[in-house]
């Protein structure tokens, strides 16, 4: 060949102009996955910066994935499922609309003030040790403190610039475990150390509101 191939290679803002039976890429959920995890990486594996695949379900932007974890609408679950193939029942319980524990929720806020808490937080050395990182839906109570898998502290902003997790805001092609701010890989974050006896209380707090425990308390 004597001549250059040249490729130019764009990526959609709009999944609706894309005219296909599936979205191309399958995003399979993981264990305790939020639902805004698993859309942050659908969008992600599909070429679409989670910003843009607000888009999708007609919403305004803003926290527009962490909203859809305490309430999918019915046509939202419906073109999910016919997009991704992922069944109805698997999208609900990535949701936190059934969870009796709403209440111990952290609140559903973006705030840069250090003394406030963030709405999600996360584990790095989860992060760091799953082959897709995702979020967690325990990550979301207020309840919890720390990992039970690696005994550490759990973490709710970048230790780089401060800012929360704010994967719905992407603009661009990031990872979701990148902070949306400084693009600081929050797997890399410090290990934060935690008492034996802080561990004990979360454990005691977390049997006294189990489901099962906790009915009629809550």
Known sequence: ???????AIEVQSRYQEIHSDRWPVVVVPQADELLSSWLNRLAFANGIAPRHFADVFGMDGGMWSARLDLALPDGAARLLHHYSGVARDTLAAMTLAQDERTRLLLPLRQTGHRRR????????????SDLAPYFRRRWRMATSISCPMHGCGLRDRCPSCGSGTAAFDQ????????????????????????????????????????????????
């Open 1 to 7: 060949m004597t001549g250059t191939a040249e490729f």
């Open 117 to 128: 808490s963030t709405w999600l937080q996360f584990c790095p050395q989860c992060l760091a």
């Open 171 to 218: 603009p661009g092609l990031i990872p979701q475990h990148h902070c949306t701010t400084c693009h600081f890989d929050l797997r890399t974050a410090a290990k934060v150390s935690v008492t034996a006896a802080t561990r004990r209380f979360e454990r005691c707090l977390h049997d006294l509101l189990r489901p099962e425990a906790a009915k009629g308390f809550l």
